[in-house]
């Protein structure tokens, strides 16, 4: 069962496992990615491109179930505003081995910062508003599965 | 020729418009073309495309190079590198 999702929506950790559950697996693996509140920030923004955000999440998800052997794969992500630990994006991988379940779960939140259309604008509580730019870190990280 | 622009992030903001459909001048062949051309045309997009390598672009849904060509393209969205995850 592959289950992807781009929404504005508070993402609903417990109906998610519920859902990816049903059947039972051997191993699972999961990532859950929260708003953080350093700098006194009061809100992230994720700008998203409709179409392109989701077949860039529907591809990655395909192409870590091409890789490894997985039962079941949950991508969720949040868009639009967020304030400081709320969920943005939740990952959530099950294999029969734990190995694999591992290996894809890091795989895609690897992937998820270079390869999806999304974009991130933080708001501070003196009124700052700046977009997030992109980390070199991110780029060798989500390189590194092309190896 | 008729096209569909797109725009993103902090490009969308300095555009002050989320899309427009524009009609280009026969010198607008690829991605990079166009970009030039609109950073040329007016003082939004001057303060959104004077440095064109911060500039990404996709034609009808998939990333494209400043090389693309236009041709026969319905829309192209032009953003920033992408910040997700």
Redesign the interface.
């Known amino acids: 069962m592959i289950r992807v999702a781009v929404q504005p929506e508070v993402i609903d950790i417990a109906a998610e496992l519920d859902l990816h559950d049903a059947g039972g697996h051997g191993a699972s693996a999961s990532f859950i990615?929260r708003v953080r509140g350093d700098g006194d920030l009061t809100e992230l923004f994720?700008?998203?491109?409709p179409?392109?955000t989701a077949?860039g999440l529907a591809d990655l998800a395909h192409a870590a179930a091409d890789r490894w052997q997985l039962s079941a794969l949950t991508l969720i992500?949040r868009v639009g505003a967020m304030v400081p630990g709320e969920t943005?994006?939740f990952v959530l991988t099950s294999s029969p081995h734990r190995a694999e379940a591992l290996a894809a779960c890091e795989f895609m939140?690897d992937r998820?910062?270079?390869?999806?259309?999304?974009?991130?604008?933080e708001t501070f509580a003196d009124g700052q508003v700046r977009?997030?730019?992109?980390r070199e870190g991110?780029e060798a990280r989500a390189e590194k599965w092309s190896q | 020729m008729a096209l569909e622009i797109a725009y993103f992030a902090w490009v969308r903001e300095r555009m002050g418009v989320a899309d427009e459909t524009v009609d280009l001048p026969a010198s607008v062949t690829n991605v990079s073309s166009l970009v030039a051309w609109l950073a040329a045309r007016d003082a939004r997009g001057q303060g959104a495309f004077a440095e064109p390598h911060r500039i990404r672009a996709a034609i009808d849904g998939v990333m494209m190079g400043p090389d693309a060509p236009l041709v026969g393209a319905k829309e192209v969205a032009l953003f920033p590198p992408v910040t997700g995850g």
């Not at chain 1, 994720?46 to 491109?49: K, N, V």
């Not at chain 1, 998820?112 to 604008?121: A, G, N, P, S, Y």
């Not at chain 1, 977009?131 to 992109?134: I, L």
């Open positions: 990615g994720l700008d998203h491109h179409a392109m077949a992500h943005i994006v939140i998820l910062k270079t390869d999806v259309m999304l974009w991130k604008r977009w997030v730019e992109p991110d």
